[in-house]
Each structure stands twice: as structure tokens, then as C-alpha cells.
DNA sequence: CGCAGTTTTGATTCATCTCAATTTGTGTGG
DNA sequence: CCACACAAATTGAGATGAATCAAAACTGCG
């Protein structure tokens, strides 16, 4: 019953590199969230052990055939897209326990570039054979369903800072949401290190480096924050919220 | 083997409504396709009747409790969130064939809202019942993750058209973007009707709807489109086009 | 220690927003 | 069927936030 096809599994691109879900702390905010001890080791034997990534190197690229979706063991990663005429958007950035790669799901064909800003490590979950597993057990099959769906929410909710928010406001619900992030994974939220950089954040909100530079600066003055290049301090958070209710809070 | 369950499903909403699936014109654009006529068949089982809405009647809210995705079969659809300080981000618009709903998954409530811009009727797929079956139906299964996936690319595409176009840019490829989904249904590339207001263009493309206005006018004077409020011919789609790229091509 | 990439800061320009007035269209009820 | 009222769209003038251009300062890497 469970002497299966594990022997066959060979890790290709790092081999002797062991990952596995049932071991991993990152579990209960990746894939593996809710599965049984069973249904876990079947995940396991799936997950073609783990890629690491120097600082700088692509995951993927846009155009890349699609085969793999991925979960960030460790590390900080940027997505970004790029059109003909040589416009980038930054569209996202993933650390531990996130996944990347859906958007290569519909066409087989990766639609923009993953790079690890920092020294990483991915698992790599190969998508036929993770459709396989999903459709004899439910709860991933369940699970997978919400990671995609949280991915478009997600999404959803960039579209309403890009479309609704001002610079500050941007800057300021993009530092909120690192802060979550990491108080989720057991950092503080109230200091980390950036890893991208100005420009990066920038693209992602829809400003340019200098803009993402001033309203730092100007957080610092106002004693919001501290700055001292990428290491951020937040000094208050409940007045960098208020930033993002609008001066006048227009209601109804 | 295919006696199921079928007799006790009872259409509430709209009774004698048949939709199949498999007489649908639709098939191919929504999520049957790819589908034998047997699994289709399995799928109409699935399908809870149709819905007709009139045109301004929600068709979910943010906050209520998820339980179906919906196919639009006819009419016209917005999406969008808004947040306690009164922002107002509209986050697609949908047309026939296309899956509405998605973003309940994650957390089994709604988080935007979906709104008829015409009268309108769609098909209720009961999600949970959309699993078993897709757990079954392998290319079933397949194809609602190029779905969710296909959202997630096309927000992509909502980020950069956001975060880097200016007005122009924007508005003009909003309206290719129209014409090639109408051209996918059968309809004139050229000419169609607006289903939103102004207001609605622009907080979809993150303008005032005075921006959104004064593009159009500009278009119209440039010979591009001719505009009668919400009737829209193109009258010049490579130069259309040709707005995307930036008015200096910078490369690399 | 020096150089390249990154960040900060300043001065100016420009695109879009805001405020405001007018026109046009649409749906309703007499 | 027409008139009225309300919603939507257009257009103008002026204000403003962010972009652009430019230079200097800082950081970290080799």
C-alpha cells in the first residue's frame, strides 16, 4: 500500500536535496495545508526535489514551456511581465511557502519571468502528475483550487492600488502587506530587509524609483518609518493604516 | 451506470429553463470545451439551470457565501471591489462564455461584487459538485485550471496596463481588447456597443470618466474611432494598435 | 580603495484630476 | 406620444501629483 514508485523518483536538479512536505515548516501555508499524514507522503513522492537559485537567476521565463508550478522553500523571488515594446511590470513578489508559476497553466507557456532577488530554493511540483494526485484526493485537489483563487484576489486587489491609490498610498499598503507577510512566516513586523529594489517597487506600483524614493523619505520625516536603504523599521503602524483611508474620508 | 441523480435536481431559479451544455453555441469558449459528448453530458447534469438577470440586478455581492461559479450565456457583466473607505475598483468586464465567480473560491465568501450592465442569464455551476466531477473528468479538471489560470494571466495584463500606459494607451487597448473578444464571438470587429458608463471604463482603467471622455473625443477627432455616446466604430485598428507602442520606441 | 549600481534630492514639466458649466440621452408617467 | 426629470457625457479652465531631467551621495563589491 505504500511501497510505491518513490524509487523511481530521482531528483534531478539538486540531487541528495530532501524535501519533504511532511517535513517542512512551511506546510501549513503551502500546498500540503490540510492534508492528512498520508496524503502528504503521496505529495512527496510527486515533488521533484527541490532547484536552488543564486541571486539574480531565473526560475522561469517568459515563453519558457510550462511543466512545473513551484513553492518557495526560501528566499525572496520578483514576477514581472514584459510587452514588445519594452515596458516591464513588476506583478508580484513571492517568499516562502508561496507559489509561483499558475500563469503558465492556460497556454503551457509561462507568461512572464520568475527571478530569485536573493539565494533560494524552490520545490518543484510537476502540474500533470500534481492533477493526477488532486483528482484522488480531494482535499488537494480542494486546496489548489483556493491558492489559484487567492492568486486572482490577490491580483484584484493590486488592480484597486494601482487604480485607486496615490503614491503614498501605494507605498504604504505595499509596506503594510510585506509586514503581514512576514509576521505570517514568524519575522517581526516591524523590521525586515527589502530585497528588491527602488525600481523594482516602483514597476510593481505603478511609480517611478524616484517616486518610491521621496515618499520614503517623506515616511521618515514624518516618523512613520525608519529608512536606511533596505533595511526598513516600521515605527508606526497604526498611523501608516490611516494613511490609507483618503485625507477626506469621503463615505457613501 | 448513467441512472443518476438527475430527477432530483430540480432548477429553483428558473424552471423549464433548459440549459445543456452540449447545445450551447457557447461550448467552445466556455467550460465544456474540449469535452466528449458523454462528459458533457455528465456536466449538464451538474449545471443547476439558468439565471436571468435584468440589467443593474447583482448577480453576487462581496461577502456573501460562495457556492457556485457562473458561466454568463448571454448579456454583460462588471466586476468589482470596493474597500471600506469607499473606493471603487471595477475589476472586468465579462461576456458570454466567460466564467464569473472565481474569486470566491479561496475563501468560500465573495470578495467583488457582479453586476449586470444588460439584462443577462447565466448557468449556476455548483463548485463543489464541479470538483467531484472534475476529479473524474480528467479534461474537465484540466480545463478549469486553464480557466482560473487564464484570470490570472489576464490580470497580469490589467497590472501593466495600470502601472505603465498612460490614458490614451489605456483606453485604446481597452477597446482592442473589446474588439477581439466580440471578433471571438461572431461579432463585427469594428462596431459594437458599450454596455458601461464612462465611470465605469475609468475606474476600470484607473481614469476619471472625464479622461476616459476626453480620449474618446481625441480618437474621434484623429480619425481612429467615431463615438455616439455608447456606440463605438474603429475606424482605423492598426493605428489603434499603433498607440500601444510608445511614441519614442524605446528598446532594450 | 575605487568603481558601478543604487539611492537621494532638487528643479521643472506635463498628464491627469478637479471643479464647473452645458449638452445630450433615457426612462417614466401623464 | 410628448414632456419632464434625471443620468450620462462632453468640454473648458485651472490645480496638482507624479514624471522627467539632472546631479550628488552613498553602498557594497571586486
Known sequence: MHANVKQNVIPITAPGLKVACSQCNLRELCLPF??????????????GGGRK??????????????????????????????????RDQVTGFQM???????????TEVH???????????????????LEMLSSEIHSLQHHLHKVMSREIVRDHGVMMLLGTMRAEERLAA??????????ARGYSPAEFHL??????????????????????????????I???QKHIRILDIPRLKALLAPPDGRIG
Open 174 to 183: 505595499f509596506l503594510l502587506n510585506l509586514s503581514q507577510r512576514f509576521t
Open 195 to 224: 530585497r528588491m529594489t527602488r525600481e523594482e517597487i516602483g514597476s510593481y506600483l505603478g511609480l517611478k524609483l524616484e517616486t518610491v524614493s521621496r515618499a520614503f523619505s517623506r515616511f521618515q520625516d514624518e516618523g512613520l
Open 96 to 106: 516562502a511557502g508561496e507559489i509561483l508559476g499558475m500563469d503558465g497553466i492556460s
Open 53 to 86: 537559485l543564486k541571486r539574480g537567476q531565473h526560475l522561469y521565463r517568459a515563453g519558457d514551456h510550462f511543466e512545473s508550478i513551484f513553492a518557495v522553500k526560501a528566499g525572496f523571488f520578483k514576477t514581472d511581465v514584459l510587452t514588445e515594446d519594452g
Open 226 to 228: 525608519s529608512v536606511q
Open 34 to 47: 490540510g492534508l492528512s499524514e498520508n496524503d502528504m507522503g503521496r505529495l512527496d513522492n510527486l515533488i
Open 111 to 129: 507568461t512572464c519571468n520568475a527571478v530569485a532577488l536573493e539565494d533560494s530554493e524552490v520545490c518543484l511540483i510537476p502540474f500533470t502528475e
